[in-house]
C-alpha cells in the first residue's frame, strides 16, 4: 500500500513541465459550448418534455425551488458520468501511469490525453455554473465551494498557456480531485432523484441515504489524505501562493464535502423514523423537517 503511494508520488513529483493541450487558449470558447449546451438540453429537453413524461405528476407536481433541484441533479449527474466513461482512461494512465498530457489517446490520434482532459474539466466548470446560475437555494458552503472549483480549473488551464511551470502538477492535482468529486458524488445525485420519485418508500431510501452518507464521507477522507499528500511532496515545486492558497480551497472543498454528509446522515434519519412507524406527531414532526438538498461536490 504504501509503495502504491509512493510510486504515485514519483510519478507525479517528476511529471513533465508542458502545456496541458493545444486547445488551452480555446478554453473560455470550450467553456461558452459547454453552458450553451446545458442550456439547450435544459430548455428544449428535460424541461418541457423528458422529465414531465418521464416521471409525470412527480415532477409537475414539485414547486419552482424543487423542481429547479430536481432538474439540476439530472444535469450534474448525467455531466459526471459523461466524464467517468471519457476521462477515466486519460486520467489513470497521466495521473497514475506512464502517459503525458502529449500522449495520444489511441496510437496514432491526432487526440492527446491532454485534449480530453482538458474538455472535461471544461464540462465539470460549466456543469458548476450552470448550478450556481440556476438553482434557487444555495448554502454559503456550497457556494464557496463551487466558486473555487471554478477558479482553481481556469487558474491552472490559463497558467498553462502562460507556460508557468508549475502548471503541470497543479492541473493533475485538478484532475485528482475532480476525480475523486465525479466518483464519490454520482450516488448522492441518484440519491436525490430517486427520492423525489419513491418518497414513500422509507426502507429503500434509508439505505440510500446511508450508503450516499458513508460514499461522501470516505471520499472526503481520502481525497484529502491523498491530495494533500502529494501537495506536501511537491512543496518544492509550488510558488509561495500556491503554498498559502491551495490548503485554504481544498480547506472549503472539504468542508462543503462534509456539509453534504451531514445532509445525507439527517435524510437517513429522517426515513429511520418514518419506517420505525413512531406515533402520528413523529411522523408528522419528521415530515415537516426541511432537508437542504445537497450541492454538487469538489473540483
Known amino acids: ?13 517528476h511529471f513533465p513541465v508542458s ?11 470550450i467553456l461558452s459550448v459547454v453552458i450553451i449546451v446545458f442550456f439547450l438540453i435544459r430548455f428544449y429537453f428535460l424541461q418541457d418534455f423528458f422529465l414531465p413524461k418521464f416521471y409525470g405528476s412527480k415532477y409537475t407536481n414539485l414547486d419552482d425551488i ?29 495521473a497514475f501511469g506512464k502517459a503525458d498530457f502529449h500522449t ?17 474539466a471544461q464540462m465539470l466548470t460549466g456543469m458548476y455554473i450552470f448550478e450556481l446560475l440556476y438553482r434557487v437555494k444555495i448554502s454559503p458552503i456550497s457556494v464557496l465551494h463551487h466558486m ?24 493533475v492535482l485538478c484532475t485528482i480531485w475532480g476525480a475523486f468529486d465525479i466518483i464519490c458524488e454520482l450516488l448522492p445525485h ?4 430517486l427520492y423525489r420519485v419513491y418518497p414513500d418508500s422509507h426502507f429503500f431510501l434509508a439505505n440510500l441515504f446511508k ?21 506536501g511532496k511537491l512543496w518544492n515545486r509550488w510558488p509561495l501562493s500556491f503554498k498559502i492558497v491551495t490548503p485554504l480551497l481544498h480547506l472549503a472543498f472539504s468542508a462543503a464535502q462534509f456539509h453534504g454528509t451531514r445532509i445525507f446522515f439527517a435524510m437517513w434519519r429522517k426515513q429511520k423514523k418514518l419506517l420505525k412507524g413512531a406515533n402520528s406527531k413523529d411522523v408528522e414532526r419528521a415530515e415537516a423537517v426541511k432537508i437542504e438538498e445537497p450541492m454538487t461536490g469538489s473540483p
Open 66 to 94: 424543487n423542481r429547479r433541484g430536481f432538474l439540476n441533479h439530472h444535469i450534474a449527474g448525467g455531466t459526471k458520468f459523461f466524464i467517468l466513461v471519457v476521462a477515466a482512461y486519460p486520467f489513470g494512465s497521466t
Open 1 to 13: 500500500m504504501a509503495h502504491g503511494h509512493l510510486d504515485i508520488a514519483e510519478h507525479v513529483k
Open 148 to 171: 473555487g472549483s471554478i477558479l482553481v480549473a481556469q487558474a491552472a488551464i490559463a497558467i498553462s498557456v502562460r507556460g508557468d511551470p508549475e502548471s503541470s502538477i497543479e492541473f
Open 19 to 29: 502545456s496541458i493541450s493545444p486547445l488551452a487558449p480555446y478554453s473560455a470558447l
Open 104 to 120: 495520444p489517446y489511441v496510437a496514432g490520434s491526432k487526440v492527446t490525453m491532454g485534449d480530453l482532459l482538458l474538455v472535461c
Open 190 to 193: 441518484v440519491s436525490i432523484i
Open 211 to 231: 450508503y450516499a452518507c458513508i460514499t461522501t464521507f470516505i471520499g472526503t477522507i481520502s481525497e484529502t489524505i491523498l491530495t494533500m499528500y502529494l501537495f
